[in-house]
């Protein structure tokens, strides 16, 4: 049976004053799904129409999915909508579906079934894998196109031709129906982009399992994309340009927002918050209101003693900084162009004004050699040697995974042989240090991410198998055997740029020339300068 949860916030329609039944589905559990501000967008601006009753849905290992709002069965809603945050999470996409009683392949629904839709980065960076499955994408932004989808589902319900009227609207992939490249869609004015002012507050203790990860908070956007183009990172790319909420409407929602939600903190999200120009003047205000104040990871670059002391006043006790890689040469190739010594002074910064650090790194970046994993032992060891607490320094490793659309798509990503064997030494280097601890992300699910980012719609039959296996390693193992898929292969050698890949069916807008650009750069050790709204070189329109 499922636990009942108490919320502050929750809406509850009545089911037959309503002409769409919406299912918001999570495909991962009520924590981390809270945690997502898109989550609460997506739910207030579908329960903004008086003709929609939109209701939550998270994935469940014990029990049928279900609404929260409702307990309504998934199968009796209109319209499914999945937010894919992880690739990792599409075995629960096909989970939830099969467990709800629904075909699991699109070609197998009819008019009695629900429209299932997904969006969110994964659907933005490759819809492919999935293809079979989900009847739809948006890809992109929401707040250009949900209002026009639902307007045409309305007037022809789950006909073929109103699907095929539906893949007509901007930013919409309908595999049924794809004859080019999908535009992807997105807010140019972070101003009138949807802010959720009344946001659901779980009634929770503090460490229960079902408390968001930033506890009871206000979640608020104050910015959208990122200017710093690191090639690695989807968001860079897919995510242009950077588009800033005024200092002034940010304070103006979070006063009403937590007054709605009856909250004492509120937790900046943002690609980049260093890159938000206003953000010491808007913490100050933040704290000054008598809040608590949270944010996520800091660019080294940009840390400032007085950042650091209105985050300290706002109740934050850890910073996280991304370096990424262990030396100067190979954050260059990233496009991070900071030194040794910035680093240094940051943590330095940091150590004085909070208590404890996080550090994020990346193992098998293209160039990287044994200088580059020393690198981070020696930068870690150096850390370590200040005053921070017992394990007050986390470090996490995590394998390159090669992300479609940046200038790294092309790159293989490393054997798990080479990312083990440098994880085992990095740890044996820095375990008798009782200031650090060393975490990170299994390899093998980095492999995992990597064909599921780069796949085409032949793994779909991988995901299901390992979804009817149990979803773990060995599931996957089994599943990737049975279907012949190469890890190898797929991921592990060079892919030819002058090939067509899967996830060119969606256009980001940032053209193919551009990320070629960046990626000779990379090898030549060049840096590229930060994005600027007043350009084109990368092919994007922003104007």
């Not at 080294?300 to 990424?324: F, H, M, N, W, Y």
């Not at 299901?464 to 296996?469: I, P, R, V």
Request: proline fraction near 6%; charge should be neutral; include cysteine.
């Amino acid at each position: 049976m499922k636990q009942e949860i108490t919320e502050i916030n929750a809406i509850r329609k009545d089911f037959r004053k309503v002409d769409v039944k919406f299912a918001l589905a999570y495909p991962s559990g009520y924590q981390v799904g809270m945690s997502c501000l898109g989550l609460h967008t997506l739910y207030a601006m579908l329960n903004a129409r008086p003709d929609v009753a939109c209701e939550r849905v998270f994935n469940s290992k014990k029990d049928l999915p279900t609404s929260i709002e409702s307990r309504q069965p998934l199968r009796s809603f209109d319209i499914i909508g999945f937010s894919l945050q992880f690739e990792t999470d599409y075995i629960n996409v096909l989970r939830m579906i099969s467990n709800a009683g629904i075909p699991l392949r699109s070609r197998d629904r009819g008019a009695n079934h629900p429209l299932i839709i997904a969006g969110g980065p994964c659907a933005l960076e490759n819809p492919v894998p999935l293809s079979e499955f989900v009847d739809l994408f948006v890809v992109g932004d929401a707040e250009p196109v949900l209002d026009n989808l639902l307007d045409i589902y309305l007037e022809g319900n789950l006909s073929p031709r109103n699907l095929e009227t539906l893949s007509e609207l901007p930013g919409i992939y309908v595999p049924k129906f794809f004859s080019e490249p999908v535009k992807r869609v997105w807010c140019k004015n972070l101003e009138e982009a949807y802010r959720p002012i009344t946001q659901i507050i779980p009634q929770v203790w503090d460490e229960s399992p079902l408390m968001p990860v930033f506890g009871k908070s206000l979640l608020l956007e104050i910015s959208r994309g990122c200017e710093w183009g690191c090639r690695f990172c989807l968001i860079g790319y897919t995510g242009r340009p950077m588009r800033n909420l005024s200092v002034k409407t940010a304070l103006s929602t979070i006063e009403e927002g937590v007054e709605r939600s009856g909250v004492r903190k509120v937790t900046l999200i943002a690609p980049s918050l260093t890159g938000y120009k206003d953000l010491v003047d808007l913490s100050w205000s933040i704290v000054n209101l008598g809040l608590e104040l949270s944010v996520s990871s800091l660019r080294v670059d940009c840390i400032s003693d007085e950042l650091l002391e209105a985050l300290a006043k706002g109740g934050q006790r850890t910073a996280t900084l991304a370096p990424e890689a262990g030396t100067e040469r190979l954050r260059e190739v990233l496009n991070k162009g900071f030194s040794d010594d910035d680093i240094f002074y940051a943590v330095e910064m940091i150590q004085e004004k909070l208590q404890n650090l996080k550090m994020y790194y990346i193992l098998g970046l293209p160039t990287e050699t044994q200088a580059d994993i020393e690198g981070i032992v020696n930068m870690a060891n150096r850390i370590g040697s200040l005053g921070f607490p017992s394990q007050g320094v986390r470090l996490s490793i995590n394998p390159f995974v090669p992300k479609p659309h940046t200038p790294f798509a092309w790159e293989p990503q490393l054997s798990l042989d080479y990312l083990r064997k440098s994880t085992k030494y990095i740890n044996s280097k820095l375990r008798k240090n009782p200031r650090i601890n060393v975490e990170g992300f299994d390899p093998r699910w980095g492999a995992i991410e990597a064909i599921l980012s780069l796949g085409n719609n032949t793994i779909g039959k991988t995901i299901e198998l390992s979804a009817f296996y149990g979803g773990g390693l060995g599931a996957w193992r089994r599943a990737l055997k049975e279907t012949k898929i190469s890890i190898e292969k797929l991921v592990g050698t060079k892919r030819n740029p002058d090939a067509v890949h899967p996830w060119e069916v969606v256009n980001v807008g940032v053209d193919k020339e551009f990320l070629l650009d960046e990626r000779n750069k990379a090898f030549a050790g060049k840096m590229t300068p930060a994005c600027s709204i007043k350009c084109s070189k990368c092919g994007l329109n922003c104007n």
